[in-house]
């Protein structure tokens, strides 16, 4: 039995916290830590009965000595980093210099800058393996189950695989006219960055939401889907061998890009620091203060999410075309945990992840991402742990 220190307090970290304790023949004993301890508390005080024991502690994550203190004190076998993504170097340094395993969901990103890429964690691998410790890098769904998925169809249905198209649909409804299923902050500059997709060998680059067709999900049906850039087809271009053309598509409906587009136009989506009576603000994070907080739309949200990968390629000479994806209900996800869909299906693999490492079944020393470990066990966990997954074949292809 194990102890997990989870750093972060918002809906993703309140459904690996229900999950750890769910799963108590492995965690143990977690602490819930974050800068506002009353978050804390409060997914502490909502879990069901459990023989977990579960603390919370006060932490601010971007003080890498403050994170070592708590390690110390705490003593845990794994930190779970479900903060901000402009924080996980910090609390990969914490790791390194108290010598335990480290997991996220979600790639660094510089706070004045929105530029999704692995480098700076990537950058860690020797450190980490000399100190003989494991990080897993985006074990959230994409990143996560979509780079697990791909291994699975790799290592069981095809000699070669040529194309990956991700596609990501909520087809939830929460009742607000705009508001963001994950932090703010970080979706909008995730949407309103340059669209990108790998191509043979090369990077090709697109303006923002500028590339738009139109896919029929399984469960819920046709939907709008536009190509975005996601940091996991950084990983897959490099681990995935000989794929030729990887692109993800998420889905928004006509309302929330004209929101958005209004809102851009005014500058409220920038980054850029602006004056406001003799104070200096950054618009986009003055726009996340007044948006629904993500955890507050569990109760609201009605629907469906449809998150997989549609994967081209060759067995025994013959073409072949697979697609694998789950499909979970918002409603369903709030009975069980209280957080909607977007939250679930971030948070179960989180933990997932962790058991993997803690189980020393994906435990290595050194930087990793998900689809560098053999995918069966986990793609076992995803359907006991309430992501069953289906599978399909000759499926309908995005168009070119």
Not at 154 to 165: A, G, L, P, R
Not at 383 to 390: I, K, R
Request: negative net charge; proline residues 6%; hydrophobic residues 40%.
């Amino acid at each position: 039995m194990a102890k997990a220190l989870i750093i972060g307090a918002g809906g993703v970290s309140s459904v690996v916290v229900n999950k750890c304790c769910q799963t108590p023949d492995v965690f143990h004993e977690i602490c819930i830590a974050s800068r506002t301890v009353a978050k804390c508390e409060a997914i502490k005080n909502k879990l069901p009965k459990t023989s977990t024991k579960v603390s919370t502690a006060f932490l601010d994550a971007d003080n890498s000595q403050m994170v070592i203190d708590l390690i110390e004190s705490f003593k845990p076998d794994i930190v779970i980093n479900v903060a901000l993504p402009y924080q996980d170097l910090t609390i990969m340094d914490a790791c390194l210099a108290t010598g335990v395993d480290y997991l996220d969901t979600a790639n660094y990103e510089p706070t004045d800058t929105a530029k999704f890429e692995y480098s700076w964690q990537w950058a860690y691998r020797d450190r980490f393996k000399n100190a003989g410790i494991t990080a897993l890098l985006g074990s959230g769904f994409d990143p996560g189950v979509t780079g697990v998925f791909c291994a699975y169809a790799q290592k069981h249905y095809f000699d070669e695989i040529h194309s990956i198209d991700i596609l990501d649909a909520n087809a939830g409804d929460h009742g607000y006219p705009f508001a963001t299923n994950f932090n703010p902050e970080i979706n909008i500059r995730e949407i309103t960055a340059n669209g990108r997709y790998f191509e043979n060998g090369n990077w090709i680059e697109t303006d923002p939401l500028a590339i738009k067709k139109v896919y029929d999900f399984p469960q819920i049906g046709p939907k709008n889907i536009y190509l975005l850039y996601h940091e996991e087809l950084e990983s897959l271009a490099i681990n995935i061998k000989g794929v030729k053309r990887i692109r993800f598509w998420m889905t928004f409906s006509d309302n929330y890009i004209n929101h958005l587009r209004v809102l851009e136009n005014v500058g409220m989506t920038s980054i850029e620091p602006i004056t406001y009576e003799g104070k200096e603000i950054i618009p986009l994070q003055f726009l996340k203060a007044i948006l629904p907080d993500p955890a507050s739309l569990g109760p609201r949200t009605k629907g469906k999410t449809n998150i997989g990968c549609i994967i081209q390629g060759t067995k025994n000479g013959e073409p072949l075309s697979y697609y694998v994806y789950n499909v979970c209900d918002h409603q369903e996800c709030y009975a069980e945990v209280g957080s909607q869909a977007i939250s679930y299906t971030t948070g179960v693999p989180a933990m997932i992840g962790a058991m993997m490492i803690l189980k020393g079944i994906w435990k290595k020393a050194g930087v990793y991402n998900v689809e560098e470990f053999d995918p069966d066990p986990f793609m076992e966990a995803l359907n006991n742990c309430g992501l069953p997954w289906h599978e399909a074949f000759a499926p309908a292809l995005v168009e070119d």
